[in-house]
């Protein structure tokens, strides 16, 4: 059975509740508040003024005078303590009353409560085996993860001392060509030398004696054969690639896009998602001084102090191609025609006008390459104070700059050469100079 809904006794007068109720001599029953006399003379009521003149008893139907005495109805507060509660209004009532009695928990409810409390404990001991099968998985995740990155570093000395291994190789095949090759020439210089000297040493004599020595001397020169040997190629075919690198390079990738108020004037920038040009030719506006004046050059929105960022740019190029990228201080020239080097605030890979290299000024000799990149990946590591560059189309290293630290802002930097030498592409921007 459900819950007994409680109802209490009411006021003959007023039709409340009854709280703490008084009778009157007739045997009605009202609250305190409606006698003035049981309560003390001018206490006010609860409801309203003090209760004046004669008023109707509900049950018995006779007029009453709140001057009439009235005593505690002991019967109505059934003796108890008020340690229950109403349904409707949850003020006290007493404990011994018989609808309190039928409000007692009933067998259903006790029922439900047991379900309840199975449920829960079901709920207990899942969450346990979960937490269990978690820390479970989480060892066997973290033993595969040692495991797998132990692999790796065996594979990453495996493939490091392959790369060396491939590498003092081509050097040996490369120094014995050259020395080779310097042997040859160096034989046929002495020969020469002796030949030039006999020679010279035949002008003293007499001119019979001379003639003589000079048909000696031209059958002999006739023998000798001067060959110049071919120039052995000294591009380096073993290159240095790390497997996974870029991969790790591009959890760190920016999403770097030129700024049009940066570019040079005649430099176009072209939006692919928003199909427009960011940029036109200027003629004759007034140039801030954040735009490029010197070269067709562009620096990203981002400025970077601190961090590691990673971005890729693609070429598009021609034969003639010159292009030129990496990062430079905040701060350059961009009025001034100034060498791109890390003395004027450029860690920047360029490549030269119709040649396969990219010649790094800091470098006592430039990078050789057997083609050009045509996707090159940028990392900056601001704290290591290092910008490196690779080739994406293979994952080869190209060129790192390593500075004690780097002493200002930097931005990434963008330049192509003369007109119809190719295109840039950053991210969603496609760079080139108008002709």
């Keep these: 059975q459900g819950p007994v809904e409680l109802r209490r006794q009411a006021c003959s ?3 409340d509740y009854l709280g703490t109720p008084v009778m009157t001599a007739c045997g009605a029953t009202l609250l305190p508040r409606v006698h003035p006399v049981y309560l003390g ?3 006010k009521q609860e409801r ?3 209760v004046e003149g004669a008023l109707p008893l509900a049950l018995s139907r006779r007029d009453w005078s709140p001057r009439e005495t009235c005593r505690p109805n002991r019967l109505a507060d059934h003796g108890g303590g008020r340690d229950a509660l109403c349904e409707d209004d949850q003020s006290p009532i007493c404990c011994t009353s018989r609808a309190v009695q039928e409000y007692k928990v009933g067998p259903g409810r006790c ?6 409390m199975m449920k829960t404990g079901k709920l207990q001991a899942r969450e346990k085996t979960d937490l269990a099968e978690w820390k479970v998985k989480v060892r066997e995740q973290r033993q ?3 495991v797998e990155f132990e692999k790796m570093d065996l594979l990453l000395v495996e493939e490091e001392q392959r790369l060396l291994q491939a590498l003092k190789q081509e050097e040996e095949e490369v120094a014995a060509k050259l020395r080779e090759s310097a042997a040859a020439l160096e034989k046929q210089s002495h020969a020469l030398e002796r030949l030039l000297l006999q020679l010279e040493d035949k002008e003293v004599r007499t001119p019979l004696q001379t003639l003589q020595a000079l048909k000696e001397l031209l059958s002999r020169k006739n023998s000798l054969s001067v060959q110049y040997p071919e120039a052995t190629p000294t591009v380096l075919r073993t290159v240095c690639r790390v497997p996974g690198q870029i991969e790790v390079l591009k959890s760190f990738q920016e999403d770097v896009v030129p700024d049009p108020t940066t570019a040079y004037p005649y430099l176009l920038l072209y939006e692919s998602r928003q199909r427009r040009y ?7 506006v007034p140039h801030s001084k954040d735009r490029f004046l010197a070269y067709p050059c562009a620096v990203g929105k981002e400025t970077f102090s601190s961090g590691r960022h990673y971005w890729e740019v693609g070429m598009n190029l021609t034969g003639d191609a010159l292009w030129a990228l990496g990062v430079c201080r905040d701060n350059v020239s961009r009025r001034d025609r100034v060498a791109k080097s890390p003395e004027n605030g450029f860690w920047v890979v360029q490549l030269c006008k119709g040649k396969k290299y990219l010649p790094v000024t800091s470098a006592p000799t430039p990078v050789t390459l057997a083609e050009p990149p045509s996707h090159v990946g940028v990392f900056l590591d601001f704290e290591a104070g290092e910008v490196s560059f690779y080739n994406l189309k293979d994952g080869s290293h190209l060129h790192t700059y390593a500075e004690p630290e780097f002493s200002g802002p930097l931005q ?6 003369p007109p119809k030498s190719g295109q840039m592409v ?3 921007v496609t760079l080139w100079v108008k002709g």
Aim: aromatic fraction near 8%; charged fraction near 20%; charge should be negative.
């Design 13 to 15: 007068i007023c039709l």
């Design 426 to 428: 950053i991210s969603t």
């Design 144 to 146: 595969r993860i040692l």
């Design 111 to 116: 029922g439900y409560l047991r379900e309840e």
């Design 48 to 50: 309203g003024s003090e």
């Design 412 to 417: 990434p930097f963008f330049c192509l050469g």
């Design 41 to 43: 003379e001018g206490q």
């Design 278 to 284: 960011l940029t036109t030719p200027l003629e004759g």
